[in-house]
């Protein structure tokens, strides 16, 4: 199994979820504030089901505590191609 690093934008307390992939940058507007590791927790969930993953194959490397993270995901699948204009709900 591969392990793939990825670069993490993160927007806390959005009042709406989405998520921006431009093959390089990973741009996630989450709800949850950045209080007690829950933007984080967020972030990990919503990589996670964007790669259709387990949550325990994502682990924030850096960045606990702001707004850019270096996540490592351990999976065999690829990295999905790029959307520059994506507006799609980060479900």
């Known amino acids: 199994m ?3 690093r990825l670069t993490v934008r ?3 307390r959005a009042t709406r979820e989405r998520r921006v992939w431009d093959g390089k940058v990973l741009e996630l507007w989450v709800s949850q ?3 007690h590791g829950a933007a984080n927790a967020a972030i990990i ?3 996670a089901h964007w790669l259709n993953i387990p949550r325990s194959c994502v ?3 850096s960045g606990h505590t702001s707004r850019s993270k270096l996540l490592d995901i351990e999976s065999a699948a690829a990295l999905p191609p790029p959307r520059l ?3 799609e ?3």
């Open 2 to 4: 591969s392990v793939t």
């Open 10 to 12: 993160v927007h806390p």
């Open 33 to 35: 504030p950045p209080v």
């Open 45 to 47: 969930d919503k990589v």
């Open 59 to 61: 682990r924030i490397v």
């Open 85 to 87: 204009f994506s507006n």
């Open 89 to 91: 709900a980060a479900a």
